[in-house]
């Protein structure tokens, strides 16, 4: 009788576990379904990762889940929640082979260096692979609910219609930035330009906000190419535009704004930092020795510097920048206009002064 019983039981169990197995199945497929429409109506990358991440969320529940694409010159990691990021760093420093942290972007977080550090256990990560036309990148979990057959598929079809999205996205980013680059030195050109100080402008005016800009040109480049050659100037500018742009943060901009003449603009930013910038940049342009098939050739630069005012426009702006460079010219070249002796913030003006007084 008890045996019957034990029995009987566990077909009803079994039984009940393949109904609601079932049930849980579909209704999961519907979320993963709407899901999926709403991810491929995203227009950016951040957007597309974010939607994936709220559909894992939803049939998951995971403790952690990050998003890690690998670029030409580093990774950019999606990491939900932040907390997670030196252990999960981590693990991907050894599987993408980084040998420099400082080529890790997280996309949607900002680390400070005296932020706070917590390490977990990653024994229970989980993580599939993505391989696209041109979208190479990996998904990390930990799963907070048990993982089930069907669960490896959802985190399959998820993550192959983030792939999609993803590498449409790139191929139309990589469109757009062909018609906005300077292609001698991948820049922005001009015209870009005009887009980027727009929107520059009106976010520094919007939240209140510091923004300046420098203008820069190399110094007797006519001798340069008259003296080594058009290739050889070509390359000088190649050089010189790789030394900026690899000296300028994260979110500022340089562009080739005509000939030897280039243009940056630095959110956040006001005169004074831009001015130490900016000299920063003189010294390494100057001590740079460029090698060129008919010699070694070295430049120096010019740069002027502005800061928007209150009330002013972009073109202010710019002519400002070009006044500076104009007295950068006319005192010697090689040099920043304002010059780096008005370089001091307020405070220290005030103790220079009481210094001098006392």
């Not at 923004?211 to 050659?229: A, Q, R």
């Not at 001590?287 to 070295?298: H, I, K």
């Not at 001091?344 to 103790?351: F, G, L, M």
Request: charged fraction near 25%.
């Amino acid at each position: 009788m008890k045996g019957a019983f034990n029995k009987l039981s566990n077909s009803v169990s079994t039984l009940f576990s393949a109904l609601f197995g079932t049930a849980a199945r579909q209704s999961d497929h519907r979320r993963l379904t709407q899901y999926i429409v709403t991810l491929n109506q995203k227009e950016n990358p951040e957007e597309i990762i974010s939607e994936a991440s709220l559909c894992l969320k939803d049939i998951l529940n995971y403790r952690l889940f990050a998003f890690v694409i690998r670029k030409e010159n580093g990774i950019d990691v999606w990491l939900d929640p932040r907390m997670y990021k030196k252990s999960l760093e981590s693990v991907i420093i050894k599987d993408f082979s980084i040998t420099n942290t400082a080529s890790i972007n997280y996309m949607n977080h900002q680390f400070h260096p005296d932020e706070a550090e917590w390490e977990y256990s990653m024994e229970n990560l989980v993580s599939y692979d993505l391989l696209e036309e041109n979208c190479q990148a990996k998904i990390y979990m930990l799963p907070n609910r048990t993982m089930l057959n069907y669960h490896d598929e959802i985190v399959n079809i998820i993550l192959k219609s983030t792939g999609i999205s993803l590498s449409r996205q790139m191929n139309i980013a990589r469109l757009t930035d062909a018609a906005a680059l300077d292609p001698l030195t991948g820049c922005y050109n001009r015209r870009e330009f005009e887009t980027q100080i727009q929107r520059s402008v009106a976010d520094a005016t919007r939240h209140k906000k510091a923004l300046s800009v420098f203008m820069f040109d190399i110094d007797h480049f006519k001798v340069v190419n008259d003296t080594y050659g058009h290739p050889a100037g070509d390359k000088v500018l190649k050089e010189v535009a790789a030394i900026v742009s690899q000296n300028m943060r994260r979110g500022d901009t340089l562009s080739r704004y005509g000939g030897e003449e280039f243009i940056a603009i630095l959110p956040e930013t006001d005169k004074h930092k831009a001015m130490e910038l900016a000299d920063r940049l003189r010294q390494k342009i100057a001590a740079r020795e460029v090698t060129t098939d008919q010699g070694v050739v070295r430049v120096t630069a010019s740069f002027g510097v502005a800061q928007l005012h209150h009330n002013t426009e972009g073109s202010r702006l710019i002519q400002d920048a070009d006044c500076m460079l104009y007295k950068a010219k006319r005192n010697g070249r090689n040099t920043v206009m304002p010059g780096l002796i008005k370089i001091c913030t307020p405070k220290e003006s005030d103790a220079m002064i009481a210094g001098n007084n006392g």
